[in-house]
């Protein structure tokens, strides 16, 4: 019985091996292709941190959200559109702008800052971007003939400014007593609650600030237009630190750029009906 077993068995495994099928192997499927690297994420601006004085309408001030805004920020962010750079605001008291720009608190200033002699010993100034001249308000009717017609009236100024640097020049030997402030609009709230007799202050900055509003209703301007040199400079700049050459002759250019693509003129229109680039 073993060996007929054996025999059948044998028999059994030479069919199995004639007529069963050959195993392939499965096909492999073809490698996936590496994942595509994510497209690189683009380069963040460098930034310009830029000191303001949002107090100063309509060239630097907020709007009711407490975004910065007016002419002199539409301007910094063209400027900053043109050398690539993103602005960042950092906002500062008038009379710290210069010791701020020093200790390296921010890039520059673009707050309607005077170009003058005096600040040229401390800081570096692009060319100007504007210029517009001061002027004498107090009430309406007040006679004006010279700084003495305002003897014993009480004149509320800008700290650091170049309208504080005239009132102490000329109206305050003229027995005006001169009283300055840490912020543009604190002087016309003084104005209003009756501390203050009048203001010198930019003619632009006060007309849009005060004269315009129902608080600076029964003021209005005396006397000339204020624009001597030795006060109040050769137009408004962007300040520096002393020695940033690169980013001065960037901006130089940039500067050229606005005022020869129609940018500069788009800017203004929105707040002026004037030149006020000036000559």
Do not use: H
Not at 69 to 97: H, P
Request: hydrophobic fraction near 40%.
């Amino acid at each position: 019985m073993k060996t007929l077993f054996l025999s059948l068995s044998l028999i059994g495994a030479a069919a199995l091996v004639g007529c069963g099928k050959t195993e392939t192997p499965a096909p492999q499927a073809a490698p996936a292709a590496p994942a595509a690297a994510p497209a690189p994420a683009p380069a963040e601006m460098p930034e310009l941190k830029v000191a303001i004085d949002p107090t100063y309408e309509p060239f630097t001030f907020k709007t009711a959200d407490g975004k910065p805004t007016g002419f002199d920020v539409d301007i910094a962010e063209a400027l900053c559109n043109q050398i690539k750079r993103k602005c960042v605001y950092v906002e500062q008291v008038w009379d710290s702008m210069i010791p701020g720009l020093q200790a390296k608190k921010y890039d520059a200033i673009i707050s309607s800052m005077s170009i003058t002699e005096e600040r040229l010993q401390v800081v570096d100034f692009t060319d100007k971007y504007y210029f517009t001249p001061s002027r004498i308000v107090v009430k309406t009717g007040t006679a004006y003939t010279d700084p003495a017609s305002l003897k014993g009236k009480k004149i509320g100024v800008l700290k650091g400014s170049t309208q504080e640097k005239y009132a102490m020049g000329e109206l305050k030997p003229a027995g005006v007593s001169i009283v300055p402030y840490e912020a543009q609009d604190q002087v016309y709230l003084d104005i209003k609650s009756g501390r203050l007799d009048g203001t010198v202050a930019d003619q632009v900055e006060v007309n849009g600030g005060f004269l315009r509003k129902p608080e600076g209703a029964g003021y209005g301007f005396v006397g000339p237009v204020l624009n001597e040199a030795k006060y109040y400079g050769t137009g408004v700049g962007v300040a520096l630190r002393k020695g940033e050459t690169a980013l001065k002759d960037e901006l130089n250019a940039a500067i050229k750029t606005i005022r020869s693509n129609g940018v500069y003129d788009t800017i203004a229109k929105k707040y002026f009906d004037f030149d006020v680039y000036g000559n």
